[in-house]
């Protein structure tokens, strides 16, 4: 039934094993609800399958191969020049593997998560493995209607993730996240469309092919390139949320479940960005560099207003949310200041943010499932009762904030090294956002973890007869450090956190050769400066 | 009769029997000629037959219909035909129009005939009985409390042959090639439609404000229709769409009864398409309607008036489009704008839906005036795939009861979810293919019409559309939210195990937007397929 498109370098099937084993794994645990261990055996069982394929396909990615590799395509709609096409980039295969790697990570968080009642972890577990289903297709569509097909039907179930397994304003944060997406979407259909009918017009019939409508896009006027890069773009900038369209995170990431956040900041989102790489700059290079200024400004403001934010921020789930805004701006101004290291560092950044953030995500949520409240007031001292949690807390937050050594570190030194060439004043602006990491992060580190024991989330206020073992206020509640499984979970995120920040080289060798490609249709081929 | 023929001849000194194509037309004559016997049936046979003859003589003519109508584009030609002296023009668009009416009109008919859902059936026995009088209430709970079965409510028996004379109606109107003709079958199609609008067993006050509104409402769209009918032909000297298309063409007769005459008749076509501002009837309507006639009418009709608009529009009225276009523009914006802001503010499910129905004929609309080939198959697509997700969410909606029918308040529907997970999900799919979201018929629909209408220079309607959608997306995402989010009612409704035939008409719609979705190929080259035939 599949036939490997021309350009195929082989392994097709690892790629059509990427795209249906989390799919499979969905159906399959969705008839689990009654049983929620075995589902959640199955599930895990299913999202280790996938990350071993990953690995494979990974070690079977030859950087100096074709563009696309692991390529397949099968018609679809013949009449619209549709075909279901995947295949995978350097850009594409990060981002593939960070899913790959956080869906077991965050199965395993979870294991011992309290679902609202009437609710099944199948049915939870189930549109966690069809939003990596879908998503991975998103990262591997070659066409670009399955690429419009899949980012929209991405949100179906984070909606529902949202909407039936978040906090107490989730209805509210599941519409909000679905309808800003969504407008966004629609705006990218017109500019798809738009696309396609400049094919249309060129060619004599419409594709959606990705490679053929780079190569006609890319050579329409000014006029029509700008109008398709806006629709794309502003479908982008509400994905990786850049200031102003990024109002529906901090809701989404707040009521959202912990493990559900990890996901959706460490991956969906970036989406976006990977959209700036894959579809605006080769398709629409005239109005990228054109609307350039445009970008920057908005990824600078989101650099200084996410940590401005973040600063200010009561809640420890916003706070995070704020902090992304702030690394989201810091990608986008990698991305668009067109040189081969701000590039690369930007899109090595979209794997370290995964890495680093969803393990920072995952701690909060470990110290939000001891203390039972988001609220930052609410704990105080924690490192003497839980010095390992402190201890992984303590480096996940370095390495959100780029310490040397960290995996961070290497990207957004090389954003910076790469954007201050053709980009001084806004590097230099953005710089700033990295005093405010320090401060942000640091501060929130020692509000939760250092001085006395105190705080409602720790201390029970009427005290317990004969526990009192904080002298100044009531009796301290019974929690505990992390326990094996938990250390289990954040064991990978930790030994990558370190590994890939002194050892960078596997991931910027597969990056690379994907960015040179990106830039070279753009126009600048010198390989940076 | 005679007028008809008078007025469609050009030259009346010598009447010649028109050449009639008979195989051409067997569908309609087979559903107009089942109508008759409908209502022979009505007369003859006892009452407590008449439920399941009309049932099997209904269904029989609809699948008959679509036989012949099967047999007939095996071998119709390429370019069309017209046949009747020129006034009924059977060519690629009509074909597609005919399948698309037969197969909706199975999905109502199913919905119509079930009794187990509301039981006894949706339709009060007796209209004419006042509502609130101890007659009508033995009438709605039963004459005959002891007997369990369904026939001991009694039904109206008669919408079936009513529901086959409106389809003839709807068939004839979407191939009709002269005004007169179209005027005609615009009555046929109206009339019982009127009637049928009053007939719901539940709230009898309601079915009856929308049955009158509806008339008064319609006659007035009639007349109007009428009126452009008569200047156009002061125009050009001719009701056929041909005729005009050419005197708008080259003559030097005066523009002012061109443009009133074709204002007014759009007027009329506008209205049975309900598209805003002429949408008024549409939220009442729809409301008070018994549930399965909702669905026939949002369906149908909706294919049938766009059908007509789609044909006027191409063949009578191209050569004038630089005057009538930037209107249509105007029109198509308002009525997206109206459906989905006003669509935000309802909290009747069956009103939402209209609302919905005024955006959609709006997105129709726009495929309307793109004229060219791509426009015509992508709004007859677009037709096909609205049609069957209507009528499946009108079966839905036709399940969730409460003690007094149906439980139309949006409250009601709070955590329906949890009570039953299979019709929340079902709903929910038929929401989101309303709403356009991809793999479901809905977005194929709107993909294809708004490219049909960029590659024609249409990018700012496009936007507006696309804008339009996003915001009508919210009301979608209301009722999912309420269906999935919220707590349920403690005396919320429940929801009826439906019977074997809302079943299946609720099945019917489901696969085929699905289907429309995932593998549109076949459906998208049919729409494609002939042109509007001329003589």
């Keep these: ?103 077991p990570v965050i199965i395993g968080a979870g294991w011992t998560d309290k679902l609202p009642a009437d609710r099944s ?217 067109f040189s081969a290291q701000s590039e690369t560092g930007a899109v090595s950044y979209m794997l370290n943010h995964s890495i680093s953030t969803g393990m920072l995500i995952l701690v909060v949520g470990m110290v939000i499932a001891r203390g039972g409240s988001s609220l930052i007031a609410d704990y105080g001292g924690l490192a003497k009762i839980t010095p390992a949690l402190a201890g992984v807390f303590l480096v996940a937050g370095l390495a959100s904030l780029s310490l040397p050594g960290t995996n961070s570190f290497i990207s957004e030194f090389l954003v910076l090294v790469g954007s201050y060439g053709n980009e001084p004043v806004y590097t230099i602006i953005a710089t700033v956002g990295m005093i405010f990491a320090a401060l942000y992060i640091l501060w929130l580190y020692q509000r939760i973890f250092h001085g006395p024991v105190r705080g409602n989330a720790l201390v029970d206020v009427t005290g317990g007869p004969g526990t009192a073992i904080a002298p100044e206020v009531g009796a301290r509640k019974a929690i505990l450090d992390l326990s094996g499984r938990e250390k289990l979970v954040l064991a990978p995120l930790l030994v990558l956190v370190l590994g890939i920040g002194f050892y960078p080289k596997p991931v910027l060798d597969v990056i690379t050769p994907t960015v040179d490609a990106t830039l070279s249709s753009v126009g600048i081929s010198d390989g940076g400066n | 009769m005679s007028a008809l023929l008078f007025l469609a001849q050009d030259s009346p000194a010598k009447e010649t029997l028109p050449q009639i194509n008979y195989p051409a037309i067997l569908p309609v004559l087979i559903i107009l000629g089942a109508a008759c016997v409908g209502v022979l049936v009505e007369a003859f046979l006892p009452k407590h037959q008449r439920w399941s003859a009309q049932v099997f003589l209904t269904l029989l003519a609809l699948v008959a219909a679509g036989v012949a109508l099967a047999f007939y584009m095996t071998d119709a030609p390429a370019d069309g035909a017209t046949t009747l002296a020129g006034s009924v023009a059977v060519d690629g668009p009509a074909l597609f129009l005919w399948g698309t009416l037969l197969a909706l009109s199975l999905g109502a008919v199913l919905m119509i005939a079930d009794r187990s859902v509301e039981p006894g059936g949706a339709f009060v026995a007796t209209a004419a009985i006042r509502p609130g009088t101890i007659q009508d209430r033995e009438q709605r709970l039963g004459a005959h409390p002891a007997r369990r079965d369904a026939a001991r409510f009694g039904m109206q028996t008669e919408v079936f042959p009513l529901t086959l004379f409106a389809l003839g109606g709807m068939m004839v109107f979407c191939a009709a090639n002269d005004l007169l003709t179209m005027f005609i079958a615009l009555e046929v199609l109206s009339l019982p439609l009127y009637l049928m609008c009053g007939l719901a067993r539940r709230r009898r006050l309601l079915s009856q404000e929308a049955a009158v509104k509806y008339f008064l409402l319609g006659a007035f769209a009639s007349a109007f229709f009428l009126y452009g009918l008569a200047l156009l032909y002061g125009y050009a000297g001719s009701v056929r769409l041909e005729a005009i298309a050419n005197a708008a063409a080259g003559s030097d007769r005066s523009d002012t009864l061109l443009f009133a005459g074709m204002a007014l008749l759009i007027v009329g076509l506008l209205f049975k398409g309900s598209v805003g501002p002429f949408h008024a009837w549409t939220p009442d309507v729809y409301q008070g309607a018994p549930t399965p006639i909702t669905a026939f009418m949002a369906a149908c009709t909706k294919v049938a008036a766009f059908g007509g608009i789609l044909r006027v529009l191409s063949v009578g009225l191209e050569s004038t489009q630089w005057e009538w276009r930037g209107v249509m523009w105007g029109v198509a914006i308002v009525s997206m704008i109206i459906g989905a802001v006003l669509g935000l503010t309802q909290t009747d499910i069956k009103r939402m839906i209209a609302y919905s129905s005024i955006a959609h004929a709006g997105f129709l609309l726009i495929g309307a005036i793109v004229l060219s080939p791509a426009g015509v198959s992508s709004t007859l697509f677009y037709l096909l795939a609205y049609g069957f997700t209507t009528i499946a969410a009108f079966g839905v909606i036709s399940l969730v009861r409460d003690a007094d029918g149906e439980a139309t308040h949006l409250s009601q529907w709070a955590g329906l979810a949890k009570r039953s997970p299979l019709v929340a999900a079902v709903f929910t799919f038929l929401l989101l293919a309303l709403a356009g979201i991809p793999l479901t018929s809905g977005f194929i629909g709107k993909f294809v019409v708004f490219s049909a209408a960029l590659s024609s220079g249409m990018a700012p309607l496009v936007v507006i559309a696309l804008v339009a959608s996003a915001i009508a997306a919210f009301f979608y995402l209301r009722v999912i939210v309420l269906m999935y989010f919220s707590e349920p009612a403690p005396d919320g409704p429940s929801v009826t195990v439906p019977g074997a035939f809302t079943t299946a008409a609720i099945t019917l719609g489901v696969v085929i937007t699905l289907l429309l979705g995932i593998v549109p190929a076949f459906a998208l080259d049919w729409a494609g397929t002939g042109t509007f035939a001329v003589r």
């Design chain 1, 1 to 103: 039934m599949l036939e490997p498109a021309s350009s195929s370098s082989g392994g097709a099937a690892l790629l059509v094993a990427l795209l249906l084993i989390p799919l499979v794994g969905a159906i399959v645990v969705a008839f689990l609800r009654d049983n929620d261990r075995l589902a959640k055996q199955v599930a895990l069982g299913f999202s280790i399958v996938e990350f071993v394929v990953m690995v494979i396909s990974w070690i079977s990615y030859d950087p100096s191969g074709a563009r696309m590799q692991q390529a397949f395509s099968v018609d679809w709609i013949p009449t619209l020049g549709v075909h279901l096409s995947f295949g995978i980039d350097g850009i594409a295969l990060v981002m593939i593997a960070a899913l790959a790697l956080l869906v």
């Design chain 1, 121 to 337: 972890a199948g049915a939870f577990l189930s549109l966690i493995l069809l939003q990596q289903a879908i998503t991975v297709g998103a990262f591997a569509a070659t066409d670009v209607f399955v690429f419009y097909v899949l980012f929209e039907v991405m949100l179906i179930p984070m909606y529902f993730l949202i909407g039936q397994y978040g906090g107490a304003r989730r209805q509210y944060a599941a519409v909000k996240f679905f309808l800003y997406s969504f407008l966004g979407g629609m705006i990218m259909l017109a500019s798809a469309i738009g696309a396609y009918v400049q094919a249309a017009d060129t060619l004599g019939e419409g594709t959606f092919d990705w490679a053929t409508l780079v190569q006609v896009v890319s050579n329409a006027p000014l006029e029509n390139q700008i109008w398709i890069f806006l629709g794309f773009f502003l479908a982008f900038a509400v994905k990786a949320p850049l200031v102003p369209l990024h109002t529906w995170l901090p809701d989404a990431a707040a009521e959202a479940p912990i493990t559900v956040s990890v996901i959706l900041i460490g991956v969906l989102d970036k989406v976006g960005t990977f959209g700036f790489l894959r579809y605006l700059l080769p398709m629409t290079p005239d109005a990228s560099k054109t609307l350039a200024p445009l970008v920057l400004i908005m990824g600078v403001a989101g650099v200084i207003y996410g940590a401005l934010l973040a600063t200010g921020q009561r809640d420890m789930k916003r706070l995070l949310a704020y902090v992304s805004i702030a690394h989201f701006g810091f990608i986008a101004l990698g991305i668009f200041a």
